[in-house]
């Protein structure tokens, strides 16, 4: 009997319950099959533990943060917030393959058509707002508006999720504004999002992230993963390139961090 072939990606959806009868009986007989794979499967269930025992204190303080943490200057965010709250998922992906991510980045996308995220620091003295290079310092209580420029593919349509990750290993999406929302980017012009934010007092750093598609994203997937990339660079924010490779295999990706002072 030839061997049942399961992907990462369908073990991590059978382990959470979220297949179809027939995949759940595919990924059975590949488990009764292979037992390398029995094993990545009880290693999914350890890491969960793992992770509950471990972070279960800091995941129920960031069900109430994002009203705090950044505060946002319209009301549009206050919304999101509480629906990513109450989104946010009892477990965490690992290594879902979703985006391109490699060391050349050094935060932004190679080439002339490659996409631009942008972070400005509001209320300067003279007036003005800052683009804010990669690895700029920023202070607690600074308001930050971010924008970003894709280029349109040959169907003239990018759809993208644009989130950051703190020195507290907290996850915040930035857009869409809601977990239901249309993914679709606007193409060929800086965009700046509909709100700005101040920031809190999580410490060490702030790394935002573009993921960008050519077919629409699903917001859920793409937090999840992030969720877990985050635990992965907690304290070392130098292993974001390395990590987001694996974390987000096969899409385009930029980054940019800033780092607290």
């Known amino acids: 009997m030839s061997k049942v072939q399961v992907s990462t990606l369908l073990l991590e959806r059978y382990h959470i319950s979220e297949v179809t009868p027939e995949e759940k009986i595919l990924v059975e007989n590949a488990l009764a099959q292979d037992s390398a794979l029995a094993a990545a499967l009880a290693d999914l269930d350890r890491s969960d533990r793992d992770f509950w025992q471990r972070y279960s204190p800091n995941i129920r303080r960031l069900r109430a943060r994002p009203l705090v943490r950044r505060r946002p200057l319209v009301w549009g965010i206050c919304a999101a917030a509480v629906i990513l709250i109450i ?79 703190d020195g507290r290993s907290s996850v915040t999406l930035h857009y869409p504004y809601s977990l239901g929302q249309n993914t679709q980017l606007v193409s060929g012009k800086a965009v700046p999002l509909d709100e700005a934010y101040t920031l809190d007092d999580a410490p060490d750093y702030e790394i935002f992230f ?52």
Request: avoid cysteine; charged fraction near 25%; hydrophobic fraction near 40%.
């Open 87 to 165: 989104a946010l998922p009892l477990f965490i992906l690992r290594n879902t393959s979703h985006a391109t991510f490699d060391d050349r980045m050094k935060g932004t996308s190679a080439g002339e058509n490659a996409a631009e995220l942008s972070v400005y620091l509001k209320g300067s003295a003279a007036g003005n707002d800052i683009k804010l290079p990669d690895q700029a310092g920023i202070q607690t209580g600074n308001t930050i508006q971010l924008a970003y420029r894709v280029q349109p593919d040959d169907s003239g349509e990018r759809y993208g999720v644009i989130f950051s990750i």
């Open 210 to 261: 573009l993921v960008i598609a050519d077919k629409p994203l699903e917001v859920k997937n793409v937090l999840d993963t992030a969720r877990q990339l985050a635990l992965q660079i907690a304290g070392k924010p130098q292993e974001a390139l390395r990590r987001g490779t694996a974390a987000f295999k096969g899409y385009e990706l930029t980054v940019l961090t800033l780092r607290k002072e």
